[in-house]
């Protein structure tokens, strides 16, 4: 499933909360890379901290982000690797589409970041050069994305990298952290 982005950035302006759809993904996939055990209570806690909580709008917009979160995580552990990233539609411009993968990746790092505590391990060399591309990522100029079909291309080579890094460092960190099945 993926998500609206549209309808979820209505959802996080009308709540006052100053992440994009893509950004709070990126934080959802963040997190769920360091396999930390209580994902969803650091997710609301930091997604949500400086809203009130009793606030209707506020309520609406959480609904919106835990389906966001569980059909993330649902996605990050498919074995058939469908990881749908929460980009913009087709009507948007090569600087929106830039604007929210440049987001995606920044959210990824402070997500990563912020779970990596649960990490009882550094990254290998390979996750180390992958976060290394997501920092760079997440400093992208997006005024110098053309908005032509080269433009369109190089974007959804970078949104198929993302998606790459996001599985293959969840895949990585489960891997280590996932008992052996005994027979």
């Not at 998500?3 to 709070?24: F, K, T």
């Not at 550094?122 to 996750?127: K, V």
């Not at 997440?138 to 369109?152: K, M, N, P």
């Amino acid at each position: 499933m993926s998500c609206d982005y549209q309808h979820l950035n209505d959802l996080l302006v009308r709540a006052g909360i100053p992440l994009s759809p893509a950004e709070a993904q990126g934080i959802a996939c963040g997190l769920a890379a360091t396999g930390m055990e209580d994902l969803h209570s650091l997710w609301h806690q930091v997604l949500l901290e400086d809203v009130d909580p009793d606030d209707a709008l506020v309520g609406e917009c959480r609904r919106g982000l835990d389906v966001l979160l569980d059909d993330t995580l649902a996605q990050l552990d498919d074995e058939a690797f469908g990881l749908s990233l929460c980009l913009p539609g087709e009507e948007a411009t090569a600087t929106q589409h830039a604007e929210a993968l440049r987001d995606w990746a920044a959210g990824f790092l402070f997500g990563y970041g912020l779970g990596g505590e649960s990490l009882h391990r550094q990254p290998g060399a390979e996750a180390a050069e992958a976060l290394q591309d997501l920092a760079e990522i997440s400093r992208l100029d997006t005024e110098t994305v053309e908005d032509d079909e080269q433009g369109e291309l190089d974007l959804n080579e970078l949104a198929e990298y993302l998606k790459v890094v996001a599985l293959t460092l969840r895949q990585d960190v489960m891997s280590t952290t996932r008992p052996e099945k005994q027979e």
